[in-house]
Structure formats: C-alpha cells, structure tokens
C-alpha cells in the first residue's frame, strides 16, 4: 500500500474511533433512525453538488445507498441504543471483515488459504465467548444489531468493486440522498415525538450530529470508498482493525472521568479473552498470502 494510503488509513481509524463517541452519545438523546436520518441529511444538504446520474452504474449505486448507508446505519445506531458497553457494539461490528472476505470468495473468485480460513473461525469464537460472558448478554440486542450491520455491509461492498470511475463524493452524495429518504420513513413511522425531541435536544446532541456528519461520514468513509476502490476488498477491510480498540479506550476513559452521562463502560478478563480472540482472528485474515498479493500492481 503507497505511503499517502498508509497515512489516510490511520486518518479513516481515528475518525470512526471517535464517532462510535459521537453516535453514543446521539442515539441517547434521538431515537436511532432519526438521529441517522439527521445524520445523512446534513451530508446529503452539503453535497448535493455531487448528486449526479451516472449511466449504467444507477443500480449498484442504489444497492449501495441502501445496504451500505441506510440498512448498515441504521442498525449501527440501533446496537449503540441498545448496547449499554460501546466495547460488544465496537468489537461484533470487526466481523464485517471476515463476512467481506467469505463474500469475496463466493462472488468476487478471491482466493483464501488455510491461515485465513482459521482466522475467520477463530473471530467468530471470539464473538460467541463475548455473547456469553454475563455483562454482554445483557447487551445481546446490540449485539445482533452489529451483526446485521456488519452483514449488510459487507455485502455492499461487492457492490462497490463493480462501481467505475464514479468519485468518492459523487458516492457519498447518492449514499446520504437515498438513506436521508430510506430512514426518515422508517422514523416517521416507528418512531414518535419528533417535534419535541428536536425542540428539547442539548447543544451536545446538536454537536454529535455535526461530528457525526463530517467526522465520520467526510473524513472516515471517504477515506474508506476511496481505498476500497484501489485495493481488494479483502484487503482494505481488515484495516479497520485498530478502530474498536480506539473505540473502546475513548469510552472507557469518558466512562472513568463521567464526561458524558450514558457511558458505563467496564472491562473485565472475559471481555478481554473474547475482544482478544475476535481481533487476533481478524488480524489473521488481513495477512494476504504472499502469491496473491496485489500491492506490487498497485
């Protein structure tokens, strides 16, 4: 990977550490679909520039908007809501990469060997001995939430290798107009109160919806579509990596110095064997085997 990629990677990592922050605190004072809603409206507002049609490509960028932007965001938000640790929401959300490396497999011909095989089991182990440890049971809402959201991910991005000169903000803008519809139907109709809800919101609601917005949506997943159009799927995704440790220390130190109320993150030897398991299987599964590295193309 060129230096200049390197150095967007660790850019991507920080910003979506630190919007698992920011959504945490939103979904606490928004119900999840609209504070998603709200989310992608401000991205959707500030890019309609880029809004543009492109032929032939309309519907895998559709299917992108919708199970990359809404159906992922939405279910994210939903786990954050639901989870009462940041740490079972952060660490399920990492299987995204080993589902994107199965996927890849089964419709993009890439080839695994035995080293990542084992590294797809060993995170998934990892995330069962999560699912049973007594403080992230109580979480198991969030934590089917994160995987769905993982799942619907994951799935977009088959989608987006097929995708051809298309900018990353051109994608982006079709990404927050379509989950900016999507969602807000989805609120209006499950959600309630919303004319209070936004009258009564803190400034720092306000503000986890504008870091929200251009933290994570303009800085990280830029980023993200960026590389995932250069590089094999399998071989972006596992760059995220570092995210859910970045993540959690920033939600245990807020939860140590009660920064912000909502956050009561622990972590015990459990929860440590389980995070250990999950990322070490995820670490395995971003090392390419050396006769299918594609770097030297790149």
Known sequence: MRTKDVFLMMLMNLAFGASFISAKVGVIEFPAFMFTTMRFLVVAVVLIPFLKIHKGQMFNIFVIAILGGGLHFGFFYLALDNSKYVSS???????GIPI??????IFLKEIIRWR???????SFAGVITLMFEPTIFSDLDGVYFSLLAA?????????????KNIKVFDLQ???????????GCISIVFEHDHYNTIINASLLGWGAIFFTSFVATGIGHSIFYHLITRYDVSRVTPLTLVVPVIAIINALIISYFQIFDGFNESINIKIIMGAVMTLTGVGI???????NDISGRL
């Open 89 to 95: 929401a952060a660490i399920v959300l990492q299987l």
């Open 100 to 105: 994107s490396t199965i996927l890849s497999v």
């Open 116 to 122: 990542r095989i084992l590294g797809i089991i060993l």
């Open 151 to 163: 799942t619907s991910v994951s799935i977009s991005m088959l989608f987006m290798k097929k995708l």
């Open 173 to 183: 803008a079709w990404i927050a107009f379509v989950s900016t519809i999507m969602l």
């Open 285 to 291: 599964v971003m090392v390419r085997e050396k006769e």
